[in-house]
């Protein structure tokens, strides 16, 4: 696929700016987005075509002539105007984009008049036509080039760009895209929008306009904006109040610079930002038209005018970093340096990427000292709080270990001979976003493994570490308790009852024993004396001595039995008592124990939650979730309290799921922003901070994003991970006097 090049002709006397259009030309051969080729016809090549012929064919293969104006009127064929004059004029007549620059020493190029009358009175033709831009010649030609090389970069991505050219620090060739037309070029296709109630003439218009703006998209495409121009302007005189057509229109027209095409630029961009007041979500599209008119403005040399319609796109926007921006930089241009610098800083905050804009932007530039005090000090707030949110993450991983979670995070410590190196400040936003979003990954799997931690304790086939459990154990153990005592009293009772019938039973025997072996003895003695009745009175007595002692025996023996089951089953159940007394107690111990080690943990991770919001969350290019009134639709997000009634939501701040709460008190946020998850509770949408936490996610080591991917392992600055200690989480509190006072509240923010 060809690369597009866009050629800049640079047009100047050939002596006069040598070395200037050198250092011009090797500024923009560097440019990789978008590619630029300069074209500088002092370059000693041979051409079989005149001189003049050359140029013109030149500037006709060029998207911008860029012309450079000193005190010289330079080289003139055939005793006519000069070349650099012939130039302007067929580029003028060409309808070709022009970017003129006056260079003359003193402060704004027109404190020392040429000695040359002629160069006086073609400044006076060119001023008729455009804003001329005053540089003072005594800077070096580095400066010089810079500032020209800024204004160059900046006409082009207002005449060829949709969001495909990237605005990139010089340090920092790596820079993403951002888009930054609020309305797509790609618009153009279906502009005017038509729909099916109108009225066939009003239909037939709008289709005839449609024509035209597909011819000025195809135009575009082809780098031709003056054809484009001229389509457009058919548009929208068919249709005048279309915002998409009227929007491109003016855009173009105030890119070419020309002052008629600055003033029909403006009015068409006014009228729009009144038509765009009618429309459904109007704010964008009101603070582009009302953007376009500012710059429309600066060109025409009205920078107060140019103030008020930026400082009215930033009132209907004011937490677009566009409005901002714009905004800033016409502060700049009229003297304002505190609040341009303020309006600037808060841009960044809202789309880092912004910075680049800043940077490349003359009007900051021209701020001099305080444009780079600025700089160094944004880029000393970010380093503190990237390395906070760095720090936050090695003490959440230190928790997270704890239950065998890693992040993945290759963490390399730098090596003691590596050279020193400034990272680029976008490069500082990547690097706390990542590290920000593996926190909150971690966070979610400690949360997984908190909830697991509550479920692994089971009582009767019933899960959880909950209150009622504890109650029922301690009611368990009180029954068992009595119960234990009760029996072991019966239990003493039946083993006394027991010994008392056997020992009945012996004494029966005893006793039986002795009447018996008596009535033998008087017996053998009646029969030695021949006593009749002696011995038969003694016979009858053994004998129903001997069968009432059997008798007493028996019975005896039969309540000894009746007496040993007895003693037996007190028995049995005083031990399963016992047993279960003792289960009882063992569950109440595991209860205690494990109860003990969760609200441990809870407590930990309720301190690293906060620190991570209080950090984190801070700032919304390091948060890992976009603010709650983003439209789209996203899972987790960011919350801002003060927004909530605003937009009529409903949330719950509390940071532990229903079960986990009875373990610890009420844990509310503390910082000033906090996450939540949306999730549908009684039909109705709930913003859940518990949800954003004690979520599923997959339940491997490396973290998942809100769509539930896997994240692959990154490389992070080397940072030293301290002991996951209390003295550890508001240590780097932060200092509110240390930070940008400038923090805003963000609403539309692209990140």
């Not at 259009?21 to 987005?33: D, I, P, T, Y």
């Not at 709460?661 to 859940?688: C, D, H, N, Q």
């Amino acid at each position: 696929m060809a690369i597009t090049r866009y050629q800049v002709f640079l047009a100047s006397s050939f002596q006069e700016f040598r070395e200037l259009r050198r250092a011009l030309s090797e500024r923009l051969s560097r440019l990789n987005k978008p590619p630029i080729e300069a074209i500088d016809l002092d370059d000693n090549s041979p051409d079989p075509k005149p001189p003049l012929s050359r140029c013109y064919y030149a500037i006709d293969n060029s998207e911008l002539l860029v012309l450079l104006v000193g005190e010289t009127y330079g080289g003139t064929p055939h005793n006519r105007e000069s070349y650099t004059q012939l130039e302007y004029r067929y580029a003028l007549s060409s309808r070709k984009p022009i970017l003129p620059f006056i260079i003359r020493n003193g402060a704004n190029g027109r404190v020392a008049q040429s000695r040359d009358p002629k160069v006086e009175k073609w400044i006076d033709e060119i001023q008729k036509n455009h804003t001329l831009s005053n540089l003072d010649a005594s800077l070096d030609k580095e400066q010089l080039s810079l500032t020209i090389f800024e204004q160059i970069r900046e006409r082009l991505l207002e005449l060829y760009s949709d969001g495909d050219i990237s605005i990139l620090d010089e340090t920092d060739q790596q820079s993403e895209p951002w888009e930054e037309s609020i309305i797509k070029r790609d618009q153009l296709a279906s502009a005017p929008l038509r729909s099916a109630s109108e009225a066939n003439s009003n239909s037939m218009l709008k289709s005839f306009a449609n024509d035209h703006a597909k011819e000025a998209l195809k135009a575009l495409e082809l780098k031709l904006p003056q054809i484009a121009i001229h389509h457009l302007q058919q548009a929208v005189n068919m249709v005048p109040l279309d915002v998409v057509l009227g929007y491109w229109l003016s855009r173009l027209l105030v890119a070419t610079g020309r002052q008629r095409h600055c003033v029909e630029g403006r009015r068409i961009a006014l009228r729009c930002a009144e038509v765009a007041k009618t429309l459904e979500d109007y704010e964008l599209k009101a603070m582009a038209c009302s953007i376009i008119a500012a710059r429309a403005s600066e060109r025409i040399n009205e920078p107060e005018v140019a103030k008020e319609y930026a400082r009215r796109a930033h009132d209907i926007m004011p937490h677009h970093w566009l409005a901002k921006f714009e905004y800033g930089r016409q502060c700049a241009l009229t003297g304002d340096a505190q609040e341009a610098l303020r309006l600037a800083g808060q841009a960044f905050w809202l789309q880092p990427y912004s910075i680049y804009r800043v940077q490349a932007d003359f009007a900051f530039r021209s701020l001099g000292k305080a444009f780079e005090d600025f700089r160094t000090r944004l880029r000393e707030v970010v380093t503190e709080e990237t390395a906070r949110v760095a720090k936050t993450e090695n003490l959440i991983e230190e928790f997270s270990n704890g239950f065998g979670i890693s992040s993945g995070v290759v963490m390399s410590a730098p090596a003691d001979d590596a050279p020193s190196r400034k990272p680029p400040i976008i490069e500082l936003v990547r690097n706390a976003n990542r590290s920000a979003n593996a926190s909150l990954h971690l966070l979610q799997f400690c949360a997984m493994k908190l909830n697991s931690e509550y479920d692994a304790f089971i009582f009767n086939s019933e899960k959880g570490l909950r209150p009622e459990t504890r109650i029922q154990i301690q009611g368990g153990i009180h029954t068992e308790q009595h119960n234990v005592q009760t029996l072991s009293r019966e239990h003493a009772e039946a083993t006394r009852n027991h010994d008392d019938l056997d020992q009945r039973k012996v004494i029966v025997l005893i006793v039986g024993f002795l009447i018996t072996f008596v009535m033998l003895l008087v017996l053998v003695l009646a029969i030695t004396l021949s006593a009749g009745d002696l011995g038969v009175f003694a016979f009858f007595v053994g004998v129903i001595t001997g069968l009432a002692t059997y008798a007493l025996y028996q019975s005896t023996k039969s309540n000894l039995e009746k007496a040993r089951v007895t003693l037996e089953s007190i028995g049995t159940r005083l031990q399963e008592a016992k047993d279960s007394l003792n289960k009882l107690q063992t569950a109440q111990q595991r209860f205690e124990t494990s109860d003990s080690h969760l609200r441990k943990n809870l407590e930990t991770f309720a301190h690293l939650v906060n620190q991570f919001e209080k950090i984190d969350l801070r700032r919304l290019p390091f948060s890992p979730a976009p603010p709650i009134d983003r439209k789209r639709s996203i899972d987790v997000v960011r919350v801002d309290p003060a927004k909530l009634t605003t937009l009529g939501l409903t949330a719950d701040p509390e940071l532990l799921p229903q079960p986990l709460r009875g373990l610890l008190l009420p844990l509310s946020p503390s910082a000033k922003y906090w996450l939540a998850r949306r999730v549908t509770f009684e039909g109705s949408e709930i913003l859940s901070r518990s949800g954003a936490y004690f979520h599923p996610v997959k339940s491997n080591n490396n973290p998942v994003n809100n769509d539930g991917q896997e994240t692959r392992p990154y490389t992070v600055d080397y940072v030293d991970a301290d002991e996951v200690n209390e003295d550890d989480f508001d240590d780097d509190e932060i200092n509110e006097d240390d930070l940008d006072e400038d923090e805003v509240d963000e609403d539309e923010v692209v990140w």
